[in-house]
């Protein structure tokens, strides 16, 4: 999985980014979107991102 353009939107109090997920040799892109404060630890973030993306996906690794 590879995170892109990870940012923070203030105004939603929520972290927002692209991640992709590579399967079967096709590239699948899920925009996602996590609540949580500006100071969260990144290890968290990207964490919940990818659980994220996971989630949004109709195909089990």
Not at 1 to 25: C, P, T, W
Not at 41 to 56: C, F, G, P, T, Y
Request: glycine share 4%; charged share 25%.
């Amino acid at each position: 999985m590879h995170i892109k353009n990870l940012r923070y939107n203030a105004a939603n109090g929520v972290f927002q980014a692209s991640v992709d997920i590579e399967r079967f040799g096709r590239t699948f892109r899920y925009p996602c979107e996590i609540a949580g404060p500006q100071n969260m630890e990144r290890a968290a973030v990207i964490d919940r991102l990818r659980h994220k993306a996971l989630q949004m996906s109709d195909t089990p690794l």
